[in-house]
């Protein structure tokens, strides 16, 4: 069975920093796709970044400049490094994991198979 389990979140000052874990285990999937979600009071739940099936990070504008996601492919733990924080981060964050829905393509919000419970991060200004 496939576990999520995310950590790192916190309460933080706007400007500092913070870095989420992500880590799965019992995943036998050769080939997967990894994300950060966030959702923050009253808002739909967006996707913040992921590593795409090449390796290749995608940010939302948002968070550009700011974030940075990494891999530990080995151990199947996916960070995001969280710098410059605004009071607009504050959500729960939430990592999600899943298979490839084609070749090249990874899944989007609700087609990722798996989820972690979600951390909060809260900024205060």
């Known amino acids: 069975q496939v576990q999520v389990v995310e950590s790192g979140g916190g309460l933080v000052q706007a400007g500092g920093s913070l870095r989420l874990s992500c880590t799965v285990s019992?995943?036998?999937?050769?080939?997967?796709?990894m994300a950060w979600f966030r959702q923050a009071p009253g808002k739909a739940r967006e996707e913040v970044a992921r590593?795409?099936?090449?390796?290749?990070?995608t940010y939302i504008d948002s968070v550009k400049g700011r974030f940075t996601l990494s891999e530990d492919g080995a151990k199947h733990i996916l960070y995001l490094q969280m710098n410059n924080l605004e009071p607009e981060d504050t959500a729960k964050y939430s990592c999600?994991?899943?298979?490839?829905?084609?070749?090249?393509?990874?899944?989007?919000?609700?087609?990722?198979?798996?989820w972690g419970q979600g951390t909060q991060v809260t900024v205060s200004s």
């Open positions: 019992g995943s036998t999937f050769m080939r997967y796709c």
């Open positions: 999600a994991f899943g298979v490839p829905v084609a070749e090249r393509q990874c899944p989007t919000d609700d087609e990722y198979n798996f």
């Open positions: 590593i795409g099936l090449d390796g290749s990070t």
